[in-house]
């Protein structure tokens, strides 16, 4: 996936706790994001390539998560998409839309800023409760005949980088896996860089895929 070069986060939402929280946390990660209110789902077309939109469900003019809308929207914006009461089979059809994630709209501002950081580095963001219903999903879509990925993945990494992969594949954020691993978050990031590079693959939940002998 691309990385995002826009300093703007353009965010679809009624709420204006929500609103003014995201547009309060400021500096995100290396980047200086400026928060713009969008108040029409029409403004979502005329943004350019690359945008990253944080879209809340429960606006009242949210498109149907059916509508052909969202993946069009999708084919040239990176959306999150935010909800006040999170729940899978939402994020699962958000994400099926073309979402890049799908998050909590009052989770603390550490979680929102990794989200953004995550998603605008061009990666998924999602739960583990919601990454665990996707992997099962897909799964039972491959049926019986499907020949299951053995973990060849393993022979391409080193020690290091398959215990980083497999904690990641779980679920484990960059910081839980360098207090078990006794590393820095920069040295769990540049084995993260280096595990998708050897296996060709673009974000976590393709990690979680392989890891977990689904893909």
Same mark, same amino acid.
């Given at each position: 996936m691309r990385r995002l070069d826009s300093p703007s986060l353009h965010i679809f939402t009624a709420d204006e706790t929500v609103f003014h929280r995201i547009r309060e946390m400021g500096t995100l990660g290396d980047a200086h994001w400026h928060a713009k209110r969008l108040t029409n789902p029409v403004e979502l077309d005329n943004l350019p390539v690359g945008s990253l939109v944080m879209i809340d469900s429960a606006h009242a003019q949210r498109p149907d998560w059916n509508d052909t809308r969202w993946r069009a929207w999708a084919g040239h914006l990176s959306i999150i998409v935010l909800s006040s009461e999170p729940r899978d089979?939402?994020?699962?059809?958000?994400?099926? *839309? %073309? !979402? *890049?994630?799908?998050?909590? !709209?009052?989770?603390?501002? !550490?979680? &929102?800023?990794? @989200? @953004?950081? @995550?998603? !605008? *580095?061009?990666? #998924?963001?999602? %739960?583990? *409760? &919601? &990454?665990?219903? &996707? #992997?099962?999903g897909v799964s039972q879509n491959l049926g019986k005949s499907a020949a299951p990925t053995s973990d060849a993945w393993r022979k391409a990494l080193t020690e290091r980088e398959v215990e980083v992969a497999t904690m990641a594949a779980q679920g484990a954020s960059n910081l839980g896996i360098a207090e078990v691993l006794g590393i820095t978050e920069r040295t769990v990031k540049a084995h993260l860089t280096s595990i998708f590079e050897k296996l060709d693959i673009a974000d976590r939940l393709q990690l979680a895929l392989r890891v977990h002998g689904v893909k």
């Open positions: 089979d939402e994020g699962i059809l958000a994400m099926d *839309s %073309g !979402a *890049s994630g799908y998050c909590n !709209a009052y989770a603390n501002e !550490a979680t &929102l800023r990794q @989200v @953004v950081e @995550v998603v !605008a *580095s061009g990666e #998924l963001w999602v %739960g583990r *409760s &919601l &990454l665990t219903r &996707l #992997l099962r």
